[in-house]
């Protein structure tokens, strides 16, 4: 019983993920310009999230662990990409590092319940960093893709 909860929630996860980082991960700029860092970033992070979730159908608990160590350090953008983010967020820059902060420690604690083999933990862990990603998302993908790629969110 405990296992068939343990996959129906795996699979909601995972379905959740696709559902999420899709739009970021199929995004093609239509400008001349250079796609952001934080664009390729970002797809590297939603690559290890359905790696988490298809890690986490098979019990394969060092593969959810080092998925989510990568997140968890996720590389940053360089600083002129930063100041143009910052330039344009203003007072919200506060919220959406906010967002980055939750991303790096809820990452790091699903690692550790990982490293221990804890399901439970890492269920509810992984839930949470899902939701603060799909939170980010919500409030901040859209402006992102209109300002540097001038087109309309896939949502």
């Not at 664009?39 to 098979?58: D, F, H, P, T």
């Not at 983010?85 to 420690?105: E, N, P, Q």
Request: proline fraction near 4%; hydrophobic fraction near 40%; charged fraction near 25%.
């Amino acid at each position: 019983m405990k296992k068939s909860r343990t996959f129906v929630t795996t699979l909601f996860a995972g379905l959740t993920v696709l559902a999420v980082t899709g739009p970021v991960v199929s995004e093609t700029g239509d400008t001349d310009s250079e796609p952001l860092v934080l664009r390729k970033i970002m797809q590297e992070m939603g690559k290890e999230m359905g790696a988490i979730a298809e890690a986490i159908s098979r019990e394969q608990w060092s593969q959810v662990a080092d998925s989510a160590m990568k997140i968890a350090d996720h590389p940053r953008p360089p600083m002129s990409e930063r100041a143009k983010i910052m330039a344009l967020f203003g007072k919200d820059m506060a919220r959406f590092k906010g967002y980055d902060t939750v991303t790096h420690d809820t990452a790091r604690e699903l690692a550790e319940a990982a490293a221990k083999s804890d399901a439970d933990a890492i269920i509810s862990t992984f839930a949470t960093l899902q939701s603060s990603c799909l939170e980010c998302h919500r409030n901040f993908r859209k402006p992102l893709q209109e300002h540097f790629y001038g087109k309309r969110s896939t949502e």
